[in-house]
């Protein structure tokens, strides 16, 4: 059976009790995931998680090469927007589908620049792989275009941020999408 490599930093996940369909949901998601192991909840320490003996309590999984933990730690904790995933990607197309996809049953007020949260309140940013690189032209007038336009989409759309970039657009609107 699949078990997490020991490195120094894996990402825990603390959900309410979803844990197991949140992996279900993000290893279908992205190409290259696996489940790991399943760790069950026993009536020894019931008086402190208080969760029914045989319940889940963690499960390992992987999106590529990162391994993650996933764990039902009770309704304590929620995610907010101080931890979040950002998702590299080489074509519109690709945006289009992580957005699609991680979007479903998700909160449908976007937040601006590629971010979404998804049905567990888990933060995504879906960006180009060339987001960086159209960015880190120090201050200058192209850098300041791409961000003056970003900051008007939700979900981010390549064409208007490389029209920016070249400063073919004098007009950029809004992306309202939220696929």
């Not at 949260?117 to 690189?133: E, T």
């Not at 989409?153 to 070249?166: F, G, P």
Request: proline fraction near 3%.
């Amino acid at each position: 059976m699949a078990t997490i490599q020991k490195v120094k930093i894996t990402p825990n996940l603390w959900f309410d009790n979803q844990a197991e369909e949140a992996v279900k949901f993000y290893t279908s998601v992205f190409k290259n995931s696996r489940i790991g192991r399943i760790s069950y909840y026993g009536k020894e320490g019931h008086e402190i998680h208080k969760k029914p003996s045989g319940s889940v309590m963690t499960v390992e999984f992987w999106i590529g090469d990162q391994a993650f933990l996933a764990l039902n730690g009770g309704p304590e904790f929620k995610f907010n927007e101080a931890i979040s995933f950002i998702v590299y990607c080489e074509s519109q197309e690709e945006i289009d589908n992580y957005w699609e996809k991680l979007s479903v049953g998700a909160d449908k007020n976007a937040q601006q620049c590629g971010w979404l949260k998804d049905r567990y309140g888990l933060s995504w940013q879906v960006v180009p792989d060339i987001l960086p690189d159209l960015l880190s032209n120090s201050v200058s007038e192209r850098s300041e275009m791409v961000m003056k336009a970003l900051l008007k989409m939700k979900k981010i759309d390549v064409d208007a941020l490389e029209r920016a970039y070249n400063k073919e657009s004098a007009e950029i609107r809004p992306n309202k999408s939220f696929a």
